[in-house]
């Protein structure tokens, strides 16, 4: 079998592509890429034979159809702003894929990919992803959900890649209209930095300030678990949290056209600018990934809560960045190849929660020392 791992030498998908050369029983990992030196790079640093490069321009729509025809599974690590030209193009090409992201368009191809047979997972990473199987596994063992708490603390500084700075941004931007929490049969929205809570992280993270934040799980888990209430609180590193709640508060987040020096620009691509370049915008002390779901409801007519947490290697055992980002890029290798098994049988664009099956996952993320913990009360 061959798979297409797209960005596959990108600052995440480098580390997905890495899991595919030591875990897979893929015949030909192929790093489709624009930047054809980086892939080059990195390929020869795997020093499989199986890894080779192919050259992908995710502007141009019918070549990406016509490259995903020859391969099996399409894994998606390109910025976010490119998830629906990938489901659309798996979708018409015929073959199946899952991505790191999710943009709500994506669910519309779900009776397309059926007919066609196949399947679309999108937000397969730490969380969405993660979680999801993490509040799958809770749900499995209910009669009823009533409420799923989902933290994550994402530990990493603000800008170490364009696409990861601009998810940065787009978290805490006061017109993002997918922050969002679910309760009382419907969606409730919310302005950024709101919903404050304490969670403790276990780890060297430890116990932090969260806030609503706008994933995915939101939005499907009501639908696909059941679930009465639904909501998802984050933060980053405490120096990112001041820095994203400085510019909320100083209309550094404005797209008001303004001119400076001449420049037509607004202040919010001055401020993507200038914090892409600065040095101290790629640092920061610790990089790790903190995960906590809190997921209540009953058994029998008994109220139980089961709470699940993430352990991860160091930083100093898994490399610094490393650190942060294999928690994403691992769960998008193990689910391609869950899908290249035939581990996954459902069809369609459908959550992890719905494809991937919690225990299967969480033993092949135990193989790389990713651990999910669970405890039940009640």
Not at 168 to 189: A, C, I, M, Q, V
Not at 318 to 333: F, H, T, V
């Amino acid at each position: 079998m061959r798979i297409l791992a797209l960005g596959g030498a990108g600052a995440v998908c480098q580390h997905a592509t890495r899991d595919l050369a030591t875990y897979s029983d893929f015949n030909e990992i192929v790093i489709g890429e624009y930047n054809l030196a980086a892939a080059e790079e990195l390929a020869a640093e795997i020093d499989d034979p199986r890894v080779k490069v192919l050259e992908i321009d995710a502007e141009n729509y019918a070549g990406m159809v016509n490259a995903f025809k020859k391969f099996d599974v399409i894994l998606n690590g390109l910025p976010w702003k490119y998830d629906l030209a990938v489901t659309k193009a798996c979708v018409e090409a015929g073959v199946s894929g899952l991505d790191v992201s999710t943009v709500e368009d994506q669910w519309d191809f779900d009776g397309a990919a059926k007919e066609k047979g196949i399947i679309f997972i999108p937000g397969v990473g730490a969380t969405p992803g993660i979680t999801n199987a993490m509040a799958r596994r809770a749900a499995d063992q209910l009669d009823e959900v009533d409420d799923i708490q989902i933290n994550f603390a994402a530990f990493r500084c603000p800008a170490p890649a364009p696409g990861l700075l601009i998810t940065f941004l787009w978290e805490f931007h006061p017109k993002t209209e997918e922050r969002l929490y679910y309760k009382d049969g419907k969606f409730h929205w919310v302005e950024p930095f709101t919903g404050v809570k304490m969670v403790n992280f276990p780890g060297p993270i430890g116990e932090q300030e969260v806030c609503y934040i706008p994933h995915t799980e939101t939005r499907t888990m009501p639908e696909s678990l059941g679930a009465k209430a639904v909501s998802v609180h984050g933060c980053f590193p405490p120096h990112a949290m001041r820095l994203a709640k400085a510019m909320l508060e100083s209309g550094l987040y404005s797209e008001e056209k303004i001119t400076i020096k001449g420049v037509e620009t607004t202040a919010y691509e001055l401020m993507y600018e200038v914090l892409l370049q600065l040095p101290e915008s790629k640092e920061t002390p610790l990089w790790a990934y903190g995960l906590v779901v809190e997921v209540y409801g009953k058994k029998d007519g008994r109220d139980l809560k089961f709470t699940y947490w993430n352990r991860h290697p160091s930083q100093e055992e898994w490399g610094g960045k490393a650190a942060y980002y294999k928690n994403i890029a691992i769960p998008l290798s193990i689910g391609a190849q869950m899908i290249a098994r035939g581990d996954i049988v459902v069809q369609g664009v459908v959550p992890p929660e719905t494809a991937i099956p919690p225990d299967l996952f969480f033993s092949e993320l135990k193989k790389r020392g990713i651990e999910i913990h669970e405890t039940v009360e009640g």
